[in-house]
């Protein structure tokens, strides 16, 4: 059973286009991060977010925190083919200790 | 560049034997963490330390080992492999800026 969801499982969209994509718990997260990877390497940190309905922006990424601190999303203006790659939310939660625990991820394709 | 170095990148293992996979940090983080990322699941914590001389098991512990002697290193060690450790391996530190992750070992066992 995954402490966290995230959908859709895969996305192909054409260059230009807009997305979404969503963490869900059914618990509590006293924070959340997103990370992006690409293949053959390591997930990359993009943000880190702590506060119940907080919006960041990072360029054309916009990443808000749920009021209840139990989803996510992240939603991508005008796709880019260097966009492609997987994307994963980790969450910690105060009964897991100081570990954050990973989401299967969202696999994204932007084609040109 | 800071940041964290596994080695090795690629490996293949025959079923029973062993080896090591390295991993060493120089951003001096005290937690550092050890996961495998299996198509479609994830990643999922194997061993983590929180500092030299500290460790303790994550999610799938069974079938390896780790030490941490100092703040730099925290191997991992398989003792006997089985096919059900393919997988790619990735070791990562995390300070107050969230995880850096190494680049990964990709391992299979035949």
């Known amino acids: 059973t995954q402490l966290l969801e995230q959908s859709p499982q895969f996305l192909s969209i054409q260059e230009g286009e807009n997305l979404t994509v969503y963490c869900n718990s059914s618990?509590?997260?006293?924070?959340l991060q997103w990370y992006r990877q690409e293949p053959g390497e390591g997930p990359v940190l993009l943000v880190t977010?702590?506060?119940?309905?907080e919006v960041k922006k990072l360029k054309r990424l916009t990443f808000q925190f749920g009021d209840a601190r139990k989803d996510s999303s992240l939603h991508i203006t005008a796709a880019q083919p260097g966009d492609t790659g997987l994307y994963l939310c980790?969450?910690?939660?105060?009964?897991?200790?100081?570990?954050?625990?990973f989401g299967p991820g969202t696999r994204l394709s932007v084609l040109p | 560049n800071a940041g964290v170095t596994q080695t090795p990148k690629f490996r293949i293992l025959k079923i029973g034997q062993s080896m090591t996979l390295q991993c060493t940090q120089d951003?001096?983080?005290?937690?550092m963490y050890w996961y495998r990322q299996d198509p479609g699941m994830g990643l999922k914590l194997i061993y983590y330390?929180?500092?030299?001389?500290?460790?303790d098991k994550g999610e799938v512990p069974n079938g390896y080992n780790v030490s941490r002697s100092t703040t730099e290193d925290f191997p991992l060690r398989l003792e006997l492999a089985a096919p059900s450790q393919t997988s790619v391996y990735f070791c990562?530190?995390?300070?107050?800026?969230?995880?850096?992750f190494g680049s990964g070992t990709r391992l299979t066992v035949v």
């Open positions: 990562a530190s995390r300070g107050e800026g969230g995880y850096t």
């Open positions: 618990s509590v997260f006293s924070s």
């Open positions: 977010v702590v506060t119940g309905g």
């Open positions: 980790a969450g910690a939660y105060d009964n897991y200790g100081q570990n954050f625990v």
């Open positions: 951003m001096n983080h005290n937690y």
């Open positions: 330390s929180v500092g030299a001389g500290i460790t």
